[in-house]
């Protein structure tokens, strides 16, 4: 239960890089059931690892920073990934997680940036923050129905990524989960949403339709600022709040009806709207 740099000299696994070999660029595991925290943690010359059958758990940071590493296979056993397990695997095209994981942790794949190809399993309930920020690679992700909670900056800087449908149980979307998605077009926020998080689809240049749900009451934030493409928006009459910088930068937005329930409209709230002619 350590780390690969144990094995070379190294008392802590955050110094795996200076004493791992750089001719190292395989590792098969051949037994065990858990994967330590930072098993392979910055291993820069690693490629491929080859993981056992018998594995049930990898630890956090077990591939944080395995730059090269280009393939690994996660066993269908395994139920539980940490946070940043794979964090910076900058050459990782393709990972598929097995169907016991009920929970993405926080920064498992952040900053993948070759990442083209996610299979998540139908069994996800939560995905954690910042879970897939940064892979700027990947143009489409099938979120499972029965993903309830999306945290934090989790799709944010994905400026590949097109489309995306979110689940109509989801109850939860965290600021800035979409921020940065400059090239998605269009989406559909489910009706268990109530309050639109701050900076949520801020400087998604590409984005020309989002469709609200009835029972929304707050739009957080610089939540569509940025969106330089939006022409119109139907913003939904329970709505109460506006805040600050909602719609600043909004340059092709024409038109915005302003439900009679909204009771705080913030500063800036229009600012840069410059082709807005009704309102």
């Not at 990782?92 to 794949?109: H, K, Q």
């Not at 109850?171 to 900076?199: Q, W």
């Not at 910088?245 to 024409?254: A, R």
Request: hydrophobic share 35%.
């Amino acid at each position: 239960d350590c780390s690969l740099g144990y094995w070379f000299g190294a008392d802590q696994y955050e110094y795996n890089a200076a004493y791992v070999p750089a001719t190292l660029t395989e590792v098969t595991v051949t037994g065990g059931t858990s994967l330590a925290d930072g098993a392979f943690y910055h291993c820069p010359s690693l490629e491929r690892v080859i993981l056992p059958d018998t594995l049930t758990s990898i630890g956090q940071d077990a591939f944080c920073g395995c730059e090269n590493l280009t393939e690994i296979a996660i066993p269908s056993g395994v139920t539980s990934i940490g946070n940043d397990a794979f964090l910076r695997c900058e050459s990782l095209t393709e990972i598929t997680i097995p169907a016991g994981v009920t929970e993405i942790g926080w920064n498992i794949f952040e900053r993948c940036t070759a990442l083209t190809t996610i299979t998540l399993p139908s069994g996800l309930t939560r995905i954690g923050s910042y879970a897939f920020s940064g892979c700027s690679s990947l143009t489409e992700i099938e979120i499972p129905a029965g993903v309830t909670e999306i945290g934090a900056y989790v799709f944010s800087g994905c400026s590949s990524l097109t489309e995306i449908n979110i689940p109509s149980g989801v109850t939860k979307i965290a600021e800035s989960a979409f921020s940065g998605c400059s090239s998605l077009t269009e989406i559909t926020i489910p009706s268990g949403i109530r309050v639109l998080g701050g900076r949520m689809f801020y400087g998604c240049t590409a984005l020309r339709r989002v469709e609200l749900p009835s029972g929304l009451y707050s739009i957080g934030s610089s939540a569509f600022s940025g969106c330089s493409s939006l022409t119109e928006i139907n913003i939904p009459s329970g709505v109460m709040e506006i805040g600050n910088s909602v719609f600043n930068g909004c340059s092709s937005l024409t038109k915005i009806d302003i439900p009679s329930g909204v009771t705080s409209i913030e500063y800036s709230a229009f600012s840069g709207c410059s082709s807005l002619t009704e309102i």
